[in-house]
């Protein structure tokens, strides 16, 4: 998926931004940064000492990991403050990377790119089924957890993702501007993982 990250109209942040430097490929892919973009986009701006607080590592640490994140563009320092007290946020809403690439410098950074995120997604989901028992009954009714097998050309695939895009895309405004939330509105994270199954055989029609 390829998505402009040129500022959108009144100052406001990007929504994407595209990593295709394997440099940055593979920088990103440490758990540690990960973490501190996501709280960024969700809970910045923030200092590396408030970064320490809320992923339970050494300031010195998120400080120089923040300064990592800050060479490839994927954060930027905020205006305000000083020394490490500076503020930190992020420069997009989301992160994007090729999907195939002919380089395969670029493929290999790329793959292990997305096992990395595919790992974190899925540590999430099971902090979260943990969890599960504490949630009021509608939200509980409200979450989904559950699988689909079609059979699809590519072509209906990457359709039934620009539609997914379509369909998420009227809520993203929330995330940056809390009064566009309706009262009970909480986080919510949705994954989207769709993939050729080759573990079950194509058996072809005659």
């Known amino acids: ?86 503020p930190w946020r992020a420069t997009a809403r989301y992160t994007e990377w090729p999907e195939y690439s002919e380089d395969a410098t670029v493929a290999e950074a790329a793959d292990a790119l997305s096992t990395a995120v595919a790992e974190r997604y899925f540590e999430r989901v099971t902090r979260a089924l943990e969890n599960r028992h504490r949630l009021p009954k509608e939200w509980r009714e409200a979450e989904q957890f559950g699988d689909s097998l079609l059979h699809l050309t590519p072509e209906e695939l990457a359709g039934i993702g620009e539609r997914i895009d379509e369909l998420l895309r009227p809520y993203e405004a929330r995330a940056s501007d809390p009064s566009l939330r309706p009262e009970g509105a909480r986080p919510v994270s949705i994954l989207r993982i769709a993939y050729l199954d080759q573990d079950i055989p194509d058996i072809e029609e005659e």
């Open 1 to 86: 998926m390829t998505e402009n990250s040129e500022p959108q109209p009144g100052g406001e942040q990007p929504r994407s931004i595209r990593l295709t430097d394997p440099r940055a490929l593979r920088a990103y892919a440490h758990p540690l940064r990960m973490s501190l973009v996501g709280l960024l986009r969700s809970s910045g701006p923030f200092t590396a000492t408030r970064a320490a607080e809320l992923t339970g590592e050494s300031v010195a640490s998120c400080s120089y990991h923040l300064r990592i994140l800050a060479k490839y563009g994927l954060v930027e320092e905020a205006p305000g403050g000083r020394g490490r007290e500076k």
